[in-house]
T-cell receptor, first 113, second 114 residues
């Protein structure tokens, strides 16, 4: 079955450092890929998405590129801020109309001032 | 600003009591999911509905959990009887409209069973 594997956390960075959170997936079809973010005390919210190979999703300075050849969707940001401290979830959803989404385990990010 | 709402936000109860959690999906969204989040297990899918009909509830302990959608604007998750191991944050999410495949999460219900 479909699955998502992302790097374990926590990840601790200083403000303005570069961020990469690795994510790889296994899917039988051609899924859409997502990064969701969860701030303390809140539900998950969509950060960015990519619906087909080579698409790049971007939002709030974060980027991720859909790499079909390596089945990866790594999250990157060039300069993190304290306000980026949160849990980040990589996810996939098959484009068959079912809307069911497979989530990774989540990676907690701490950014120090 | 359309959003998913959940009530109550916090619930503390004693073991053996019935717990009911409610979710109002975004108007027009026809697919509703229930998740449970704990530190140990992470985010687990419990059940989901399409057009109010259950599509998959294989993630839910059948002996004590039940999920329903009495109408298109209300989804409920019940636990009877509750146990301390049910302590978790329960999220509802809805999908539909033009945001194909994007899940919109509610703020969650934090349940503590003593």
């Amino acid at each position: 079955g479909d699955s998502v594997t992302q790097m374990e956390g926590p990840v601790t960075l200083s403000e303005e450092a570069c961020l990469t959170i690795n994510c790889t997936y296994t899917a039988t079809g051609y899924p859409s890929l997502f990064w969701y973010v969860q701030y303390p005390g809140e539900g998950l919210q969509l950060l960015l998405k990519a619906t087909k190979a080579d698409d790049k999703g971007s939002n709030k300075g974060f980027e991720a590129t859909y790499r079909k050849e390596t089945t990866s969707f790594h999250l990157e940001k060039g300069s993190v801020q304290v306000s980026d401290s949160a849990v980040y979830f990589c996810a996939l959803s098959e484009n068959t109309g079912g809307f069911k989404t497979i989530f990774g385990a989540g990676t907690r990010l701490f950014v120090k001032a | 600003d359309a959003r998913v709402t959940q009530t109550p936000r916090h619930k503390v109860t004693e073991m053996g009591q019935e717990v009911t959690m409610r979710c109002q999906p975004i108007l027009g969204h026809n697919t509703v999911f229930w998740y449970r989040q704990t530190m140990m297990q992470g985010l687990e899918l419990l059940a989901y509905f399409r057009n109010r009909a259950p599509l998959d509830d294989s993630g839910m302990p059948k002996d004590r959990f039940s999920a329903e959608m009495p109408d298109a604007t209300l989804a409920t998750l019940k636990i009877q009887p509750s146990e301390p191991r049910d302590s978790a944050v329960y999220f509802c999410a809805s999908v539909g409209g033009q945001a194909y495949n994007e899940q919109f999460f509610g703020p969650g219900t934090r349940l503590t069973v003593l």
